[in-house]
């Protein structure tokens, strides 16, 4: 399991959106002390067009 995956799998909890708050609240209790921070991965994985990182996976 990666740290996208696991924002993943949170996603599809929520049904397809969340904020970086409820991802990281979701992902620590299942995946303790694994990753820091949601917040740049979930950035990572919005097109630039929509506000995320200008750089690909």
């Keep these: ?27 620590q209790p299942r995946y303790p002390n694994k990753w820091k921070d949601a917040g740049t991965a979930l950035a990572d994985m919005v097109p630039k067009s929509l506000g995320g990182n200008s750089h690909l996976l």
């Design 1 to 27: 399991m990666n740290h996208y995956q696991a924002i993943i799998l949170a996603l599809d909890d929520f049904g397809g959106e969340g904020t970086i708050k409820e991802v990281s609240d979701w992902i």
